[in-house]
């Protein structure tokens, strides 16, 4: 009886943020036209009503699997009411109050603009950028607190739980290192952003010693502020170029990245695998996490142009035709495996004994 209310307390919760995404999105496009009416409409294809059924029925297969994970023991139920919509009192506001300015940044095609006191040398040029034409890009606290929420609004409250989905693959991987002891498994997520992956892996790996690495000081501030509340030994965090990991050969038993290719140019997404590559111990897990491509749903093109269009995404275009079994195998991983969530795509891959 329990797990049942559980289940429908997890679904009404799954719901209710899928409502307000809705709203929201209402809401903001009224206020915009409000303040300014005069500003053009981006030109943006329209969706079938027969593929936003078919997205509505993906959304629903991410909650119910999502609820499954957590009743398999995979994570604990409690990650699925994670305390992410209480930030929502507090930054909401906040995303209403920068709307008009991330709209003009749009409009004008504005997306390396930072405020005159952040300091954006020795970033690589391609991490410059207005991603999403969102205020600061990266770089600064405002960003990183805001940052969580205006994902959720995107996915529909969906993007913790296409995280969660590399949970289930990750301890699958780790179960090759059965006679190492818990305390001495060792699992990185490259680009970990503020830290909603690793608090889940920590969830889910309640012994496991934890890894992050990201180059924005201010989202590994928030991570920290977030981790550091969580029982269990915190994670250490580095500031770091995920194209040069700062790690010896072999050290991790596990590796993730989360929607962090689709925001890196060609040569350096295979420098990244290539660095996840060598940090993995062999017998090791690699799981990556990032949007679905063009190969997996060709009726979703419309809306994977959309989001190029809409955010500031200058590599998404490529992303989505890109070869990332062909990349995997050209770094030495092996048996790659791939999965679709919602709008999500994973890839699991091996490192050879
Ligand atoms: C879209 S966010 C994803 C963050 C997080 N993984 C998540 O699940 O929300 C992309 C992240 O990648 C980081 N990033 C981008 N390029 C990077 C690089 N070359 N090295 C390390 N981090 C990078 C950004 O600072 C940002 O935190």
Redesign the pocket.
């Known amino acids: 009886m329990s797990d049942i209310l559980t289940k429908l307390t997890y679904q009404t919760f799954a719901q209710g943020k899928k409502y307000f995404s809705l709203a929201h999105r209402t809401l903001s496009s009224r206020l915009l036209n409000l303040i300014n009416p005069t500003v053009t409409q981006l030109q943006t294809q329209s969706l079938t009503p027969e593929v936003i059924q078919q997205l509505q029925q993906k959304l629903d297969q991410i909650i119910e699997i999502d609820w499954q994970d957590a009743e398999k023991g995979i994570y604990p139920e409690s990650l699925l009411f994670d305390d992410l919509w209480l930030d929502f009192w507090r930054y909401y506001p906040l995303i209403l109050q920068d709307l008009p300015t991330v709209r003009e940044r749009r409009f004008q095609k504005r997306y390396q603009e930072f405020a005159p006191e952040i300091e954006t040398e020795g970033y690589?040029q391609?991490?410059r950028q207005n991603?999403h034409y969102q205020t600061d890009g990266?770089l600064s606290d405002l960003s990183a607190n805001l940052?969580?929420l205006q994902?959720e609004l995107l996915f529909s409250g969906t993007?913790d739980a296409m995280?969660r989905r590399i949970l289930a693959p990750l301890k699958e991987g780790l179960k090759a290192f059965g006679a190492v002891s818990p305390r001495q498994i060792r699992v990185l997520?490259?680009?970990?952003?503020?830290g909603?992956?690793l608090k889940m892996i920590r969830a889910s790996l309640p012994s496991a010693s934890l890894f992050g690495?990201?180059?924005?000081p201010a989202?590994l501030r928030k991570a920290n502020q977030l981790l550091a509340k969580n029982p269990g030994e915190l994670p250490q965090l580095i500031q770091?170029?995920?194209?040069e990991l700062p790690y010896v050969n072999n050290y991790f038993h596990g590796v993730s990245?989360?929607?962090?290719f689709h925001?890196?140019p060609s040569t350096?997404r295979q420098r990244?695998i290539e660095e996840c590559f060598r940090v993995t111990q062999p017998g090791g897990v690699l799981v990556i996490?990032d949007s679905i491509q063009a190969i997996d749903y060709p009726e979703l093109t419309p809306m994977m142009e959309n989001f190029s269009i809409m955010f500031h995404e200058p590599y998404y275009k490529h992303y989505i035709n890109d070869n990332f079994v062909e990349r995997l195998e050209k770094a030495g991983f092996v048996d790659i495996a791939t999965e679709n969530h919602f709008v999500s795509k994973y890839w699991i891959a091996q490192k050879p004994q």
């Open positions: 690589p391609y991490y991603f990266y940052y969580d994902v993007a995280r997520d490259v680009a970990c952003g503020t909603r992956t690495v990201d180059l924005s989202y770091a170029n995920s194209e990245c989360v929607f962090s925001e890196l350096v990244v996490c």
